[in-house]
């Protein structure tokens, strides 16, 4: 029971769910993907802008860990990325909940395989999110050289918003220029 007592703690906590971990009750098509080149990077390098939906679900592992005031908690990750990034994820996520309402933490990491704007390949993103009274600090991050095939230099950033039960994330990230 106190594993379902966490996860339903986790799914109220808004910045899980912007954070994508939210167990999946989607309803309706996914959006329209677009990608739009951003500012030159520098070097050989060009920034582009990936967006679209994601589906997700959560899975807790074993029981929570609930001890002087706070909860510890293990849930595995699934996504389905749909848009620019197309393809699925498979990670794993470590919560902590407190007993003040609106401040817990979280860390995550999730390895995407799929297409990225036409380059087939795989890339490791890495979450923190902190809540401190309802204050939200999150940051999603493409891990350092973790790409692989045509995403092998794939360096970025992972923003995520909820909207009418909808997950949607953008991707503001640089490879080098496609050779020709």
């Known amino acids: 029971m106190r594993t379902r007592a966490l996860v339903a703690a986790v799914l109220a906590v808004p910045f899980v769910a912007i954070a994508g971990t939210v167990a999946a009750r989607l309803g309706g098509a996914a959006q329209a993907s677009a990608t739009t080149p951003a500012p030159a990077g520098g070097g050989h390098a060009v920034t582009y802008r990936a967006q679209g939906t994601f589906d997700v679900k959560l899975t807790p592992q074993g029981e929570a860990d609930d001890a002087d005031g706070s909860q ?6 699934e ?3 749909h848009g620019a990034l197309e393809g699925t994820a498979r990670g794993e996520m470590l919560t902590a909940m407190t007993g003040v309402e609106g401040s817990a933490g979280y860390v995550a990491v999730e390895r995407v395989t799929g297409t990225l704007d036409g380059r087939a390949g795989s890339f490791v993103l890495l979450h923190r999110g ?3 009274r309802g204050s939200q600090e999150l940051s999603i991050t493409v891990v350092p050289d973790s790409g692989s095939r045509a995403l092998h230099s794939l360096a970025g950033r992972m923003t995520i918003r909820i ?18």
């Open 163 to 180: 909207e009418g039960g909808q997950h949607f994330y953008e991707l503001e990230y640089e490879l080098p220029e496609p050779t020709r």
């Open 72 to 77: 510890l908690g293990r849930m595995t990750i």
């Open 130 to 132: 902190v809540m401190t």
């Open 79 to 81: 996504k389905t990325y």
